[in-house]
């Protein structure tokens, strides 16, 4: 059945090439995570640990900048690259490259300011706290390169990239915390992870760099749309907001408990990303070309599915074993929650699909769908939180119906459009 359903689609589709692709990296990534987070779980301990997965939330937020930064460029890249106007996908490179550069100095000035209240507040150590802002000047110049890479389909440097991040996380992480830095050490480790990417980043557009640039009327907003970072905002809070509030609630033990059962959970998400991040300007080509883009959602959302699938049978079957092998015995009152963590993310990966879908056909509305679920998250933590598996109760809950809300959404606008388009 999945055959035929594939051998519907043209030959010169690259969809399921590029996603596998750039899957491949994607793995190597989360393995590199994989080790990493194995090293750190055993050696830091829980409570340590704790803190290290608040500062993995605190990043997440962060890069809801990288992210958006990262996907208008594509939308432009991707949208300029149909029309063989590589000379201004030059310009695009060179003007943002300077913008950003200045941004990063402001940002990471920022960052300072900020470590006066939110260490006090989230009980992070200051000089952990402090030794992200290292990264910050990379945050905002990383993803004008890697936004292009993507726009551009070149997804064999992109995948690159991906590993040069994942080695650096390990071998600086795993080599500061073994010296005696604890969780400081392994903060920098991705700091430098920030910096190999950004110098491979680099080299693979070094011909690019060297390409006549021809300068055309760019706004801020092609570098940095407003609605995009409205969605991805609301949809970084979505998935980051709970390891906060978590520790509001319970003690520093349990939510470290809690923040490396989200982790396990966050791979399926991370996984599907690869599909997201390959759909995503085929689908902007596609709109700016005037042509009909339905037939990549679907296959896109068939290909997470297969994905989810695995990743939920996994977790049913396997919950003890995956715990002994990701973070040792210490962590083993997590399985019970283990596969509803998963659950709860691979619906989340399949309403970030749909969200980036709507993305590149340039749609907004939807996002009052997101900013309702994410107050609704945010509320029900807020009224059941007697329990670890309480928690996780309601975020199935809220992401399930997130879900079939955008899919509705989705789906209901895909019809319009063929309607204007038949003239009815």
Known sequence: MLKKFFAEYKKEDSLIRDSFLFFSASMILNLA????????????????????????????????????????VANVTARLYAKHTVSKVAYLLRNGSLWFAAGGGIGFLFYLFTSFFIPGLTKIPLWTYLSLSLAIPFIFLLPVGRGILQGMQNFKHLSVNLIAEGIGKVVVGILLVAIGWGVTGAVLGIVFSFISAFAIAIISLRCLLRQRADAFALHLSDYFSSSVLASLLILTLMYSIDVLLVRSYFDSVQAGYYASASLMGKIVFFASLAITTVMFPKATALHASGKESKHILNKSLVLVFILIAGALFSTIIFPRFIVLLLFGSEYLAITNILWIFCLVFSLFSLAYLLSMYNISLNRSSFNYIL???????????????????EVVFVLVGVMAALFLSLLIYTFKHNAKTELSNTGL
Do not use: D
């Open 33 to 72: 995570g994989f080790f990493y987070h194995f090293y750190m779980g055993r050696v830091l301990g829980p409570a340590e640990y704790g803190i290290l997965g608040a500062m993995l939330s605190l990043l997440y937020v962060i890069l809801v900048f990288f992210t958006v930064v990262q996907t208008s």
């Open 371 to 389: 900013v309702s679920f994410l107050g609704l998250e945010i509320l029900a933590i807020l009224l059941f939180h007697k329990s670890l598996e």
